[in-house]
């Protein structure tokens, strides 16, 4: 496979095109150019780091939105794919991270929880803007998991942040999609079990 120009080396070479047009905006007539198409044989998605602050049993939720909460919202969208391209029905999805100012939810729910991927393997989660933790450029912590299928435990980052080049586990395979229209886009690749 070494010589190959995947969909997944193309991500870790920063040379993709955000897929999503206004999806994520409202705003139907920004349309952005497509992603290359995937390619058979794609690389699974990055493995990295839980962290200290995973809390198991996440309330079932497309939206951290809760009172209290407050910070830039952000919709983070995209679509869970095998590593053949086609759609993951019900994969699971565990999102958690900071709030804006930085601090984690260590005693309760906050600004955590997980969804399944629709028929065709998209997910959506609305939630805010983590803040900068401590050492850390910004990101969201990710458990992705096909059904019957292996946990990847990942993160996301965004771009142009001054910390990515810092962070000792920061990887640009996982660079978010920020088109201007607002939102996020990130494709997830599983192996199956």
């Known amino acids: 496979m070494d010589g190959l120009l995947t969909r997944r080396r193309l991500l870790e070479l920063g040379l993709a095109l ?6 994520c905006s409202g705003d139907e007539t920004e349309a ?5 198409a995937c ?3 794609d690389e699974p ?20 939105h809760e009172p209290g909460v ?7 969208a995209g679509t ?3 590593t053949d391209c086609t759609p993951i029905a019900g994969a699971l999805l565990d999102f958690w991270h900071a709030d804006a100012a930085g601090e984690y939810d260590n005693e309760g729910y906050r600004l955590r929880g997980h969804q399944f991927a629709d028929a065709q393997g998209r997910y959506r989660l609305e ?10 450029t910004r990101h969201i912590h990710v458990k992705a998991q096909a059904p019957d299928g292996p946990v990847l435990t990942t993160q996301l980052y965004f771009p142009g942040e001054p910390g990515n080049a810092s962070d000792g586990i920061f990887d640009p395979a996982l660079l978010m999609r920020i088109p201007e229209s607002g939102g ?8 199956r079990g």
């Open 45 to 64: 998605t990055p493995e990295q780091t839980e962290g200290p602050f995973f809390t198991p049993d996440s309330p079932e939720r497309t939206s951290l």
């Open 70 to 76: 407050e910070g830039t919202e952000l919709v983070v």
């Open 18 to 23: 955000p897929l999503v047009a206004a999806a």
């Open 39 to 41: 390619a058979d044989g």
């Open 32 to 36: 952005l150019p497509p992603t290359p």
């Open 80 to 82: 869970v794919l095998a």
């Open 184 to 191: 996020a886009h990130f494709d997830f690749v599983l192996a």
């Open 127 to 136: 939630t805010i803007e983590p803040g900068l933790y401590t050492g850390r």
